[in-house]
């Protein structure tokens, strides 16, 4: 028997869980208890060889019970069971055989064995105890066996209670651990799916804002698209996206961005009806599913509102800030009842919207598709003209001021086509930075721009700088000081003679990687100049970190300088402060002569424009600066 019960013991403590095994060894203790109580009680009345046998009997329950008490529960019940077994049959045996009331602990003994012992355990007692009634039933009817029934007594009767009662207590204990165990189950159960709901919820809703997520809004799209088609309706997509939203993030940081796109979705869901969905669709960006009748009229109202919400000045950090919206506007089956066809389409509205000017919305047309289709065959054409060599570099003077002398130039990218044109540098700038072309653009634009300025040099300018703007994506590359020192080194441009200029968005990029490429350049002799200053929401404190050497005062404001005092005092401000940081201003757009005037009143250091000059082809400007001298 001992190389039956050591290895499921080592199993079974191995495998069960703590918990269930210290309440099998409580079980064993109570149930080895109570049963050597009976048959104490039973051997006080009992006399002749069952006296014996029951005396037997309790000797084992003793060891059983010290076995639970040494935390062997195992091997507990193997004493347990196969002594109280082997005590039935002697005692069925002496008496009664298969009718004796011994033969009634059986079942309880088989119960016990499945709850509390092992698979081997029950089947070698169910053997055990089958196979010694059929051999008292056999040898019974063979005569070789003479059952004696006792007349009934009391004596019977405290046997027959003892044997009902440790059954009945045993099973109720073990009953009342299945009803534990079934609730425990159950309140796991319970657990387990609100866990399962939990987590469906996480995965199906935006954690910022609790709005469904882009994964939830096409099964909502799904359903309201079925509902829709019931009640001959279409299903609207409208897709906001914020105009001016990396600003508030660089300036005031990612937590205030999170605030506002809190602020934002509570605002946007005031103005939708029980019907309509919001989601939030990532980023920036906010879907929203509404069913709709054929007239788009109520679409375009709901547009609206949705974009008065998001110009509505937000609080955040005790700052007001204000941002816009472009809102794209396509519907379902009109425009497709693919969930990712109509997305594709919507984000086309949305961006037309954006090129019209912003903080406006568009319906979707085929007409989009087109553009989209010729925005790509454009980039095609980027990248042949990249290898043939088609690019050129005009110059725009920059005059000071003070001296009316040119002072420099910028280089200003051109693509000249066959008929005369030129294509839009702006559209080719935005293709390139989309597609990463700028970095091989930005590379031929620093060559050829270096390979000018020296050249005039070299004629009998040696004073002649160029300045060459810089898109933020050719700081983020990483590359940006080797491209520039081979520019320099394979021109023999001096450094002093190279002005970068950048972008506002660029300083509000404080980063580590940002600033060490601008120190390493700066400490080369390279200056640099913030462009299109007043646009953005950059501060002057930028300035003096990066080491700004000139602000270029944005066109916008300086175009109707001459006519309108509306922007005056702001110009005003900024060559104040820039004077106060000693910082050179540049002003942009200059074209009347009264504008000249007023900014060389104002201190403005230097300026460009129609009033001097267009940009030119380089041998032009070689022109212009001999006529200047």
Not at 148 to 174: A, C, E, H, K, N
Request: proline share 3%; glycine share 6%.
């Amino acid at each position: 028997m001992s190389s039956d019960w050591q290895p499921n013991a080592i199993q079974a403590q191995a495998s069960e869980p703590q918990s269930i095994q210290l309440l099998r060894v409580r079980r064993l203790l109570q149930i080895s208890g109570a049963t050597l109580f009976g048959l104490l009680l039973a051997m006080s009345v009992a006399s002749g060889m069952t006296q014996w046998m029951l005396l037997l009997g309790s000797s084992c329950l003793a060891i059983a019970f010290l076995a639970a008490w040494k935390q062997r529960p195992l091997l507990a019940a193997y004493v347990l069971l196969w002594s109280m077994a082997l005590m039935l049959t002697g005692l069925a045996l002496v008496s009664g055989g298969i009718r004796d009331l011994a033969v009634v602990g059986y079942p309880g003994v088989l119960v016990f064995a499945a709850i509390l012992g092992s698979r081997n355990l029950f089947l070698s007692l169910l053997s055990f105890i089958l196979l010694a009634a059929v051999s008292m039933g056999y040898a019974s009817m063979q005569g070789w066996f003479t059952p004696f029934l006792p007349d009934d007594s009391w004596r019977q009767v405290l046997y027959v209670s003892l044997i009902l009662s440790i059954t009945g207590f045993s099973v109720l204990l073990m009953a009342q651990d299945l009803h534990r165990s079934l609730r425990a189950l159950q309140a796991e159960n319970k657990r387990v799916r609100d866990t399962q709901q939990q987590l469906q919820r996480l995965a199906m809703h935006d954690k910022l804002t609790d709005l469904p997520n882009r994964t939830l809004c096409e099964e909502l799209f799904r359903t309201m698209q079925a509902q829709c088609l019931q009640q001959q309706q279409r299903l609207a997509l409208l897709f906001l996206d914020l105009d001016n939203f990396k600003p508030v993030n660089d300036a005031l940081g990612h937590a205030a961005g999170d605030v506002l796109l809190q602020q934002l979705a509570e605002r946007l869901q005031s103005e939708l009806s029980t019907q309509a969905v919001l989601c939030r669709f990532g980023g920036d960006e906010f879907m929203v599913l509404c069913p709709a009748d054929a007239d788009d009229a109520p679409l375009a109202d709901l547009a609206d509102r949705l974009l008065k919400q998001t110009t509505e000045p937000f609080t955040l950090m005790q700052t007001k800030v204000e941002v816009s919206g472009s809102i794209g506007i396509v519907s379902a089956p009109t425009d497709g009842i693919e969930f990712h066809v109509l997305c594709r389409k919507v984000d086309l509205a949305m961006y037309s919207a954006k090129e019209q000017g912003r903080n406006t919305w568009r319906f979707y047309s085929d007409v989009m598709d087109q553009a989209n289709t010729d925005k790509f065959n454009l980039l095609q054409r980027i990248r042949d003209a990249l290898k043939n060599n088609e690019f050129k570099l005009y110059y725009q003077p920059k005059i000071d001021l003070q001296h009316q002398q040119v002072q420099g130039a910028e280089a200003l990218l051109r693509w000249p086509q066959n008929d005369g044109s030129f294509i839009n540098p702006a559209e080719v700038i935005e293709l390139a930075e989309y597609s990463g072309l700028i970095l091989e653009l930005g590379a031929w634009v620093l060559q050829q721009a270096c390979n000018d300025c020296q050249q005039w040099r070299q004629l009998g300018f040696p004073d002649v700088k160029v300045a060459v703007n810089l898109s933020p994506i050719q700081f983020r590359d990483g590359r940006l000081e080797h491209t520039v020192l081979d520019a320099l080194r394979q021109s023999g441009l001096p450094p002093s003679a190279l002005e970068l200029e950048l972008t506002e968005s660029l300083l509000i990029d404080n980063s580590d990687f940002v600033q060490q490429q601008l120190s390493s350049l700066g400490a080369l002799g390279i200056s640099f100049a913030i462009d299109d200053f007043g646009t953005g929401y950059s501060n002057l404190g930028y300035l003096r970190q990066f080491n700004a050497s000139s602000l270029k005062v944005d066109k916008s404001f300086i175009s109707s300088l001459s006519i309108s005092l509306r922007d005056e005092p702001l110009v005003r401000a900024i060559i104040q402060l820039a004077k106060s940081l000693e910082l050179s201003t540049v002003a942009e757009g200059v074209e009347d002569d009264a504008t000249f005037q007023l900014l060389k009143q104002l201190g403005c250091d230097a300026a460009q424009g129609y009033l001097w000059s267009a940009a030119l082809p380089p041998d032009q400007f070689t022109r212009y600066l001999q006529k200047q001298r």
